[in-house]
Structure formats: structure tokens, C-alpha cells
């Protein structure tokens, strides 16, 4: 009997014993699997909500930079400008209420907007594609946009507003306004184009429900602009709304349009209830894109997954001798399944945006995993440091004007540095290549982290087809009647090479038709374009290929070069202005052209476009004043160089 009850003491104390440490191994297992698969959630956090962020800039500065560009160039269009002075002595008048009309109405049906406006500074008129709407009055709430336009010195701005025309049903759009000027400068007018919510409110939606992010665009005083539950037309501050008083100043002082602000931050009282935030501006819009995912429902999956794990584990004590080994590993199963799900999400999200994603080891200079060894060795490149396969895919693959910026960007060197000094994407475009023919456009974006398990630096790096995409961007900065640079883009472009370039001496030209208004009037708007076409293919016979050629006006152009001397100069302005003097004929109308050129010169660092497009057209005028049909060249100082009489 004793016996038996020391057996059974035995026992109870085994099993105690076996279920402390039982007990013991699977709490201890459970706390280390939660903090390693926390950590990972919060890397795929952060890797879903930087990739969404630049999808949605890309897609938003595509959608954006069309209708900017349409209500630029309709500021600077020289016929309206004229059309808009002669208003006073019309107010009366159909025809010209008619003519305006036809104008909106014709780029309207052009390029698909929803509305298109312009309002006189003069008489208050308000014409759409439909004639003339309602007159602006100062004391009306909704023409607030108006007047504020009129008081700033933006060339265009953008506001969301509810859209008052006839016929609009009051639906919610996205305005861009743009000035117009007068030869004086003076503001004559506003002109503009409208795009409704519902698209922009379809991409945010479409991000949201794929990636389990909210996306706003908020404007410079943190107040949201379009979001799928807020618009601009009703005030609503996103940081208080969202609880993020505390990163306020960060995010609204950040205008950089190149790369993402990423934060975490506390949303609640416990210490893992974070949020993070990736901000990024956009220039076109000057709005800026927030991205925010939180961590409430990966923890709220967590405990869920401990509280199964507990019943499990009773069930375990009860049955310990018994199905111990099975219980053990249906335990694991569980503590790896929620990796497994988070990694399976953020795989299959970033497949969708990418052709193939690869991992390196930065510290060690390594390559990571079988399909990055597979693919360095399928290029001659397997079995060698990775920087060495850096530069032997970049021999095979990569055009050669961009294979010392790719190699210079995600050296292990450079990668390790820019992560230290807190960057942790790089990104690079180029032109890529798989039978050394024919190139398409490529963009490598890579994210960095620091990887605790082997206490090294990693790198992984997603490769994307860019080709339709910079396609777009090319056409959109591009005139579509000329093939000529927009306004906007040859300001761009020259402000680059100045900065770039500094050492280089540049010629500036503005070419203007002499007498294209009579030439319009005389045979029609459409004689006219192709007079522009014709004047406009001779400009470009005279240049090279890599010069910037740009629109600047209904008949004003301008080009912009490297010089080697002024007795070279002065001999190619000499060259064009003959070019210039052309026949035009169509069809049974014909008519001969020429040209006024004016050119100013930059002979030293730190110019700027508009000192040298104010220089130049000082020239024209002197050109001009001269009699038209030549050129003068002038210093930035106003002291003329050359003219066509010196010839």
C-alpha cells in the first residue's frame, strides 16, 4: 500500500515535473517566436507602406502632370491673352461669348476633362464649355478660390472644390487654376481644367483594400485634401483626426519630392501600439501623400494565437505522456504560421509591383538565397563577391552612359553609408538590355535593413519595367503640335544644366514669328499651325540632337546651347536667322515668314533661367526695334555683343 502511494507521489511529482518544464519550454518558445515575428511584421509594415507610397506618387504624378501642363500652356497661349484684352469692348457681344465657348468647349473634348474654365479679371465672367456660367462676386463663399488666386503669386495652385455649372450635379473636383498675363504682366485672367474625385478616390481605395493602408493628401497646414473618407471641401486636420500632433512640424517641413519621411510613432497607451507613417511631397500638386499602417490588427492576431496556444497547451498537460510529440509540433506549426502569412502577404504584394526581387548581404558582400545566386550565376557572375557582379551584370545589361551611376548607387560602400546616414531606399533609372540591341527603360529600387540574425546589413533589391511609364513622363513634357519641350520642362531642364554644368559658357535664343497674327488672320488658325510646324522643323535641322528646344508661347521659342565662342555665335545666329526666312505653303494658300531672334549669353557660375530668358527677350526687342527679321546678342548686363547689321 505504501508502495503504491509512493508510486503515485512518484508519478504526480514526474508529471509535475514534465508539465513545469513542459510548461516552461513552450512560454519561453511562444515569448521568442513573438518577439522575432513581431519584428518581422513590423519590417513588412514598413516595406508595404514605402512600396504603396511610391506607387501612389508615380500614379498620382502621372495623373496630375497632364492637366497641369494643358492649363499652363493655355495661360501662356498668346491668342487668348489676346482674345481675353478685347473683352471690355465685347461684354455685349455672342460671337465673342461663342468664340470663348468653342475655345473651352474644344480642349474639353480634347483631353477628356471634365470641366474646363476661365475667368476675366475684368467683367467677373465665369465661361465654361457652355457659355458664360455666373459672374464672380467677392462676397460669395465659393468664389474664395478665385480671389485668392488673384491676391498670390503661384502660377497655378490647385483647390478641391464642389463644381457650381450647370449640369455638374455640384460632384466634387480637383481644380487647376492658372494666371494669365498680360504683356505688362498684369493678371487678365483665370484659366484652368477640373478632374472629379471619384479617380483619385478609386486609386487610394484600390491601395487601401490591397495593402491594409490609409492614404491622404493633405496641403501645406495639414488639412486633407482627398482621401476616400475626406475631401478638401469639408476642413478636416489629419493629425488631429489621427492622433499625430506630435510629428506635425516633421511632416509638414518636409518638401522633399525624391525620396519618402518615415516615422514610427505611439498611437495608444501600450508601448507596441505604433503607427507608421511614410510621408512624401509632391511637387505638381504641392500636396503631400501620407501613407499610414498601424500595428493594432497584427497584434490583435498575435494574442489571438497565444490564446490558442494556451488552450492548446492545457490540452497538453492533460494528455502529457500521451500526445506530448504531436502537441509539440502542432505548437510550432502555430508559432510559424503567422511569419508565414506575413511573409506570403508582403511576397505577393511586391510581386505585383515588381519583376523579381532579389536579397545581398552588404556587410559581407554577399549574395542571399538561391534564386540571387541562381541569378548571378546565369549572368557569369556566380561564385564572386557581389560587387564584382555588380559590375559584370552592369558590362552585360546596362547601356553604358548609366553603368557607372548604377554601380556608384548600390555598391556595398555607398548602400552601407547612405543607411547609416538614415536612408534606407535607393532607387536608380537606367537603360536595360537582354540581347545587347535593343534597350528598354528599367528602375532598381532597393530597401535597407539591418538584419539581426547575422548582425550585417542587407539589401533587397526589386527590379521594375519602367518603359511605358517614361514614355509618358516624355510625352507629357513634350508640346504635342511641335515635339518641342513644354514651358515648364525647358525651365526644368535648363535650370539642371546650369547647376549641373556650371563650368560650360550657354547661348539662350528666343525666336519669335514676325507678323504670325496677321498670318492667323489672314489665312486661319490652321495655315497657322502649320506655318509653326514648318518654322519649328528648320530650328530643329540647325541643332544638335542633345540641345533643349522648347515652347515657350503660341509663336515664341526658345533654344538653349553651349557656346565656344562669340565669333561662332554670332555666325550660327546669322545661319538660323536665314534658315528662318521660309515659304509656307498648303493647299492653295501661301505665305513667307521670318523671324526675330534675340540671344543672351552666360559667361559665368550661377545663372539662372529667368535672368537669361529676361536678358533675351530684351534682345528680341532690340531685334525688333531694328526692323524685325535678325538678331541681336546681348550680355547679361544689357551691353549688346552683336546684331545682324554687324554682319
Known amino acids: 500500500m505504501k508502495s503504491i502511494q509512493t508510486n503515485k507521489n512518484k508519478l504526480l511529482r514526474t508529471n509535475l515535473l514534465i508539465s513545469i518544464i513542459l510548461i516552461a519550454g513552450f512560454v519561453t518558445t511562444a515569448v521568442f517566436s513573438y518577439r522575432a515575428n513581431y519584428q518581422v511584421s513590423l519590417n513588412n509594415i514598413e516595406q508595404v507602406s514605402s512600396l504603396s507610397t511610391e506607387g501612389i506618387y508615380y500614379q498620382l504624378s502621372s495623373l496630375f502632370s497632364k492637366p497641369v501642363n494643358i492649363s499652363l500652356t493655355m495661360a501662356h497661349d498668346s491668342l487668348l491673352v489676346e482674345h481675353l484684352m478685347k473683352e471690355p469692348s465685347h461684354l455685349a457681344d455672342k460671337a465673342y461669348e461663342e468664340t470663348t465657348k468653342e475655345y473651352l468647349k474644344t480642349y474639353r473634348e480634347k ?87 471619384d479617380y483619385i478616390k478609386e486609386l487610394l481605395q484600390n491601395y487601401e483594400d490591397t495593402y491594409n493602408v490609409k492614404a491622404n493628401l493633405i496641403n501645406e497646414n495639414g488639412e486633407i485634401e482627398i482621401s476616400t473618407s475626406y475631401t478638401g471641401y469639408e476642413a478636416a486636420d489629419w493629425f488631429e483626426i489621427y492622433g499625430q500632433e506630435g510629428i506635425r512640424d516633421q511632416i509638414l517641413s518636409w518638401y522633399e519630392d525624391t525620396k519618402n519621411l518615415e516615422l514610427w510613432t505611439n498611437t495608444g497607451t501600450e508601448e507596441k501600439e505604433r503607427s507608421f507613417v511614410v510621408s512624401r511631397y509632391i511637387p505638381e500638386l504641392s500636396w503631400m501623400l501620407i501613407v499610414e499602417q498601424d500595428t493594432g490588427r497584427i497584434i490583435q492576431e498575435m494574442y489571438m494565437q497565444l ?5 492548446v497547451l492545457a490540452l ?13 509540433r502542432k505548437f510550432n506549426l502555430q508559432i510559424t504560421k503567422l511569419v508565414e502569412e506575413r ?167 528666343i525666336c519669335d514669328i514676325d507678323n ?17 510646324c514648318s518654322f519649328t522643323k528648320a530650328i530643329r535641322e540647325h ?13 515664341e521659342f526658345v533654344v538653349f546651347i553651349p557656346y565656344s565662342s562669340e565669333r561662332w555665335l554670332e555666325e550660327k545666329a546669322a545661319e538660323l536667322s536665314k534658315a528662318l526666312e521660309i515659304v509656307c505653303t498648303k493647299e492653295q494658300s501661301s505665305c513667307q515668314v521670318s523671324a526675330s531672334i534675340g540671344i543672351s549669353i552666360s559667361s559665368q557660375a550661377g545663372n539662372r533661367f529667368d535672368q537669361l530668358y529676361q536678358s533675351a527677350d530684351a534682345a528680341l526687342y532690340q531685334t525688333k526695334k531694328n526692323g524685325k527679321n535678325g538678331f541681336t546678342i546681348m550680355e547679361l548686363t544689357g551691353e549688346k555683343v ?5 554682319l
Open 111 to 197: 483631353y477628356g476633362f471634365d470641366s474646363v474654365f476661365l475667368v476675366s479679371t475684368v467683367s467677373g465672367r465665369y465661361y465654361n464649355f457652355n457659355g458664360v456660367d455666373r459672374v464672380m462676386e467677392r462676397d460669395n463663399p465659393e468664389n474664395t478660390w478665385y480671389f485668392d488666386m488673384l491676391d498670390s503669386n503661384k502660377e497655378y495652385s490647385l483647390n478641391v472644390d464642389n463644381d457650381e455649372v450647370s449640369g455638374a450635379d455640384n460632384k466634387i473636383t480637383t481644380f487647376v487654376n492658372c494666371r494669365i498675363q498680360d504683356t505688362n504682366g498684369a493678371v487678365i485672367g483665370i484659366v484652368g481644367v477640373g478632374i472629379r474625385m
Open 307 to 311: 490564446y490558442k496556444t494556451c488552450f
Open 316 to 328: 497538453v498537460v492533460i494528455a502529457i505522456l500521451v500526445i506530448i510529440t504531436s502537441v509539440i
Open 343 to 509: 511573409q506570403a502577404m508582403f511576397k505577393e504584394a511586391t510581386e505585383q509591383l515588381y519583376d523579381s526581387i532579389y536579397e545581398l548581404n552588404l556587410t559581407k558582400n554577399c549574395y542571399v538565397g538561391k534564386t540571387t545566386e541562381d541569378y548571378f550565376s546565369n549572368l557569369g557572375a556566380g561564385g564572386v563577391p557581389f560587387d564584382q557582379g555588380l559590375r559584370i551584370i552592369a558590362e552585360k545589361q546596362i547601356k553604358e552612359e548609366y553603368r557607372k551611376g548604377y554601380i556608384e548607387m548600390f555598391a556595398p560602400e555607398n548602400a552601407i553609408r547612405e543607411y547609416e546616414a538614415g536612408n534606407n531606399h535607393l532607387s536608380y533609372d537606367f537603360l536595360f538590355t537582354l540581347d545587347g540591341a535593343d534597350y528598354h527603360w528599367m528602375r532598381v529600387e532597393t530597401y535597407l535593413f539591418y538584419s539581426e540574425e547575422d548582425c550585417s546589413v542587407h539589401m533587397f533589391s526589386y527590379r521594375k519595367n519602367i518603359d511605358q511609364e517614361k514614355k509618358k513622363e516624355l510625352m507629357a513634357q513634350t508640346d504635342e503640335m511641335t515635339g518641342f519641350l513644354t514651358k515648364t520642362a525647358t525651365e526644368r531642364l535648363i535650370e539642371k544644366q546650369l547647376v549641373e554644368k556650371k563650368e560650360e559658357k550657354y547661348a539662350f535664343f
Open 516 to 532: 504670325f497674327k496677321q498670318v492667323n488672320d489672314r489665312f486661319g488658325h490652321a495655315f497657322g499651325d502649320y506655318c509653326i
Open 543 to 555: 541643332f544638335r540632337k542633345d540641345d533643349i528646344l522648347g515652347r515657350i508661347g503660341g509663336d
Open 642 to 646: 552683336a546684331d545682324s547689321t554687324d
